[in-house]
């Protein structure tokens, strides 16, 4: 009885090793890269030798069978870090025509210092995105000098600087503190009166905006203006928890909160990304790991939920986070992040939206679980700006196969490409110092934004009170 246990727990432990060193690479095990692939690879020349000194070969068909099925680990490994080397490869032996049309549109994480920075010096990125292990451990002066030895690569190659983001909304979701500091989540302001929490939401942005800054953050993905949910507590809700991190259900206290909020970020001159349309306050699954679908009618969303995206983008030059939720009243088939029908159709068209649109996190679940080649693709040609690859930066080997593939196939399309070089040569290019004078002066009042280039030279508006009248579809 002893040896058939003992026979079914190696057995057992056969198909989990094999399942790993399958899927080593993959952005669910990220956590074991490095030590983790030295002792898979410790365990995948010593398993089957032990077998074999035990006798096992010796035990018939069986534990022939055994013996070689322990085998399989190794060459698993094997075959999945020469995968990831050969992708490595390619993406730096990418041409340099191929990177400046390509390489303008990704913002990726990273956790080697130096393949960040032949990335960065190859034009193979538009940014980086920086969280805890890029900190962890440091001081915001050293993450500053790291990140100007990054900016000097761009400088040496003649290329734009890298956009460098992070997420430090405040309160629970603050990845760069304590080096960074925190501050109280904008929900702390929500019960404020009407004619102050404006105010001090800029006050908090201008706040943290500074630390960013001295950190060399020059793109914060915040606010979150998802309007909060009814329910406290989702059981299959394991990484979003939309719900403490949403400040308000109220749309108006959403929007006046979030638009001062940005404005003393852009005050001190870090760029915000609002996030995460079309909302997360109606959708139960956690797009972390599953697919999500909202039901609710347009119609409905725009008189709510949107509310304070359009609030914020008419009155500011922020971004917008577009996530992976199905909008139904859409486009059934597929996220709103690679959706034409959602980023082209409805915020470029009927919002009239001309600013960066930036995905959610690529290695989400809702998207890499389904067709990760397939969304690259339809998020470049759709009127997406900036390709997002944070969880599991190296992963970004994959979409840039993904996206060069596509291209030489014909697959992209190139006008939209176009057209989303300049929204990201304009936005990038916004002088500051309108900003700068409102942080002096604590003057709320901005231009609206993000309008067509015809509009653009329509004059300032108020945006406390511009904000009042968003309700319905901005005529094109």
């Known amino acids: 009885m002893l040896g058939r246990i003992r026979t079914a727990v190696l057995w057992s432990l056969a198909l989990l090793f094999i399942f790993i060193t399958f899927n080593s690479n993959e952005p669910y095990l990220v956590r074991l890269r490095g030590t983790g692939h030295a002792a898979l690879l410790i365990v995948g020349l010593a398993a089957p030798l032990l077998l074999l000194l035990s006798g096992r070969w010796r035990h018939g068909l069986s534990g022939r069978l055994l013996v070689l099925v322990w085998c399989i680990p190794l060459l698993a490994l094997t075959s999945t870090q020469f995968t990831f080397a050969w992708r490595k490869y390619e993406t730096f032996d990418t041409a340099p025509e191929v990177a400046r049309l390509l390489g303008r549109h990704f913002m990726v994480g990273y956790t080697s210092t130096a393949d960040a ?115 406290t507590h989702n059981r299959f809700d394991f990484h979003t928890l939309i719900s403490r991190r949403a400040i308000s259900n109220d749309p108006a206290v959403v929007g006046d909160i979030a638009l001062g909020y940005v404005r003393g970020l852009e005050a001190s001159g870090v760029r915000a990304a609002v996030k995460h349309f079309p909302g997360l306050g109606r959708v139960a699954a956690d797009t972390h790991h599953f697919s999500a679908d909202l039901e609710t009618p347009a119609e409905v969303l725009e008189q709510a939920d949107w509310r304070p995206f359009r609030q914020v983008l008419d009155n500011s030059d922020a971004a917008m986070m577009v996530g992976h939720v199905v909008v139904d009243a859409i486009d059934r088939e597929r996220p709103a992040s690679h959706s034409k029908a959602v980023l082209d159709g409805l915020i470029r068209g009927r919002w009239n939206y001309q600013g960066v649109i930036v995905t959610d996190d690529l290695v989400m679940g809702a998207i890499y679980g389904r067709d990760l080649c397939k969304a690259v693709v339809e998020a470049l040609s759709g009127g997406a700006d900036l390709l997002l690859v944070a969880y599991d930066g190296t992963q970004f080997y994959r979409v840039l196969a993904c996206a060069k593939t596509a291209l030489a196939e014909g697959r992209i399309d190139l006008a939209a490409l176009r057209r989303s070089d300049e929204r990201l040569r304009r936005w990038m290019s916004r002088e500051e110092g309108p900003l700068a004078a409102n942080a002096s002066t604590g003057d709320m009042a901005a231009p609206t934004r993000h309008r067509s280039l015809a509009d653009e030279d329509t004059g300032p508006t108020n945006g406390a009170s511009s904000a009042r009248t968003v309700a319905g579809p901005v005529a094109p």
């Open 117 to 231: 920075a032949a990335l960065a010096r190859q034009g193979l990125i538009a940014g980086i995105y920086v969280t805890h292990h890029n900190i962890r451990g440091r001081t915001a002066a050293q993450l500053r000098a790291e990140i100007a030895r990054l900016q000097a690569e761009r400088v040496s190659a003649g290329l734009p600087p890298l956009l460098v983001s992070a997420d430090q909304e405040g309160g629970s979701v603050a990845h760069l503190s304590p080096a960074v500091p925190n501050m109280p989540a904008l929900a702390t302001l929500a019960d404020l009166p009407e004619a102050r929490r404006m105010q001090r939401a800029f006050e908090m942005g201008q706040s943290q905006g500074r630390s960013l800054a001295d950190a060399g953050i020059t793109l914060n993905l915040a606010p979150v203006v998802d309007l909060r949910p009814s329910w």
